[in-house]
Nanobody
Framework: QVQLVESGGGLVQTGDSLRLSCTAS????????MGWFRQAPGKEREFVAT????????DYVDSVKGRFTISRVNIKNTVYLQMNSLTPEDTATYYC?????????????????WGQGTQVTVAS
């Protein structure tokens, strides 16, 4: 099994930055591509960003392009989401997810492992 633990969420003001971290433990050799998703109250979980195991390929939802950056340090089994220029529309619970495949993906059903989430609240 693989456990994913997110950290770094909090309450910030519009325009501020946050860096989320997601650390994997357990059978980490079975995890390849990683992703970040978010879910706001009353809304479906949505894709935010994804990265291949090597870090050579990434993908972002249009609403965060140019503001968010996904990265990873495999020796630490950790994936990061740097979030800049935050707005109230970014308020959500952010989830880290891991695939057993090497290719990146936007669909939630393509991810096998999920963390419990970290709350990000952006005040106006």
């Amino acid at each position: 099994q693989v456990q994913l633990v997110e950290s770094g969420g909090g309450l910030v003001q519009t325009g501020d930055s946050l860096r989320l971290s997601c650390t994997a433990s357990g059978r980490t050799a079975s995890v390849y591509a990683m992703g970040w998703f978010r879910q706001a109250p009353g809304k479906e979980r949505e894709f935010v960003a994804t990265i291949t195991w090597s870090g050579s390929d990434t993908d972002y939802v249009d609403s965060v392009k140019g503001r968010f950056t996904i990265s990873r340090v495999n020796i630490k089994n950790t994936v990061y989401l740097q979030m800049n220029s935050l707005t109230p529309e970014d308020t959500a619970t952010y989830y880290c997810a891991g695939r057993t495949m090497a290719t990146i993906a936007r669909e939630t059903y393509k991810y096998t492992y999920w963390g419990q989430g970290t709350q990000v609240t952006v005040a106006s």
